[in-house]
């Protein structure tokens, strides 16, 4: 189907209902499924095995990366742990070094623990991939752009890398979406996703998804999909279905608030140094314009005064929610240390640039004209001598 992004995203998948006619695929809400002879091969016999309503959501987000297979999770946490799965004991990682907090608790704490091999390496230089592969290097695992640092790892390059040492490319493509960005266009062999962020959108379910081209892999991950059993529910894939209808919109406003947000960050007294890779002097700025079809909606900053001045900003955060999470239409903001990457040891979290004062904004639907008002509020309140006065100010 060589349609555009938002028609798929509409229709593929989405076949009317054969018995009624409804436009919306119904919910197919069941465990398991009557069986017409002893012995037969039914399209579904049991809900882990498969359901129609994963189904419709698992062709949408295969069709939405313009791959072949789709495979959804209860999690993007289990989308991670299933192509884990793939490893033996004896097996090394090449992993990014600046990366969602649960990739690297899941790498470091319960693969490791499994006889499997992790280098942390900044994979913004492919020379630094190239260096840390060894014979027994089965993936690389890449992120980008990274969390909470809004790294990026050329994509080309790094599965070029990858290739060449018979190891597998798996990019986590979670803060760009299928509509910003397709890794396995530009080689990589595995996509993953946490539907529970952009591509739901709403803030109101988790989800993850595995993607790729290979007939080998999707067997494999299939199996393991079905052994492991992390599925999501049927609900829940209605609702993520339900969410990627209005991806493009929803991406669309979130990239251009946070454009406009980023360049108010850069001039405001009270922020030390702004990540966002649609800033002209983001270090990778020209990859990003290259491999992304925009820059997305997260924006990093460091707020001068570290933790302290962190604690005034969320007493005058206003309609910024301070809370995990990102992608949905409310605007929320996190404080990665404490937070999110709370699982990475502090002296890794310094050496890899996460300082005390990090600050990562998921800019949402709101009117933008309002976000600023609030952020800047919160900005001036953070670094105000008199805190109490300033937060005051700001709730009257
Ligand atoms: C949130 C997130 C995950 C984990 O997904 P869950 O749905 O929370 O399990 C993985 N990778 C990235 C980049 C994320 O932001």
């Known amino acids: 189907m060589a349609t555009a992004f938002s028609t798929r995203a509409i229709h593929a998948g989405q076949e009317h209902d054969p018995t009624s006619g409804a436009i919306i695929p119904p919910i197919y809400q069941t465990s398991t499924y009557g069986q017409h002879e002893v012995g037969g091969s039914p399209a579904y016999c049991y809900s882990r095995t498969g359901n129609p309503s994963r189904d419709a959501l698992e062709r949408n987000i295969a069709a939405l990366e313009d791959a072949v297979y789709a495979l959804c999770f209860s999690s993007g946490m289990s989308a991670i742990n299933n192509v884990l799965n793939l490893l033996r004991a004896g097996d090394h990682v090449i992993a990014c070094n600046d990366l969602y907090g649960g990739a690297y608790r899941i790498f470091t704490k319960l693969y490791a623990k499994l006889g499997i091999e992790f280098t942390f390496v900044d994979a913004t230089d492919a020379a630094n991939i190239t260096a840390a592969i060894r014979p027994n290097t089965r993936i690389v695992w890449l992120e980008t752009p990274s969390n909470p640092l809004l790294r990026i790892t050329d994509i080309r390059a790094g599965a070029a890398v990858a290739r060449r040492a018979g190891a597998l490319c798996v990019v986590d493509n979670t803060f760009a979406t299928p509509y910003l960005q397709n890794p396995l266009q530009l080689g990589a062999d595995i996509v993953v996703h946490s539907t529970t962020k952009y591509l739901n959108g709403h803030s109101d379910v988790l989800g993850g998804a595995v993607v790729t081209n290979s007939d080998e892999l999707y067997e494999d991950l299939r ?65 990003a314009a290259d491999q992304m079809n925009d820059f997305g909606g997260i924006v990093s900053f ?22 995990e999470s990102l992608g949905g239409v409310c605007s929320l903001w996190c404080h990665p240390p ?17 300082g005390d004062g990090l600050i990562r904004l998921s800019v949402g639907l709101e009117d933008v004209d309002d976000l600023l008002t609030d952020l800047v509020k919160a900005l001036d309140a953070a670094t105000s001598v008199d805190t109490k006065k300033s937060a005051e100010e700001v709730l009257v």
């Open 338 to 354: 404490t937070m999110t990457h709370a699982a990475v040891e502090p002296e890794v979290r310094r050496k890899n640039g996460l």
């Open 302 to 323: 460091d707020l001068r005064g570290g933790l302290d001045a962190v604690k005034k900003f969320a007493a005058a955060s206003g309609i910024w929610t301070l809370a």
């Open 223 to 287: 199996f393991y999909q079905n052994t492991v059993g992390a599925v999501p529910g049927p609900q829940d894939c209605f609702l993520i279905q339900r969410g990627i209808k209005t991806l493009e919109l929803r991406m669309k406003r979130h990239c251009d608030s946070a454009r406009r947000i980023a360049k108010t960050l850069t001039s405001h007294p009270s922020v030390e140094r702004v990540y966002f890779p649609g800033l002209a002097d983001h270090p990778q700025h020209a990859i």
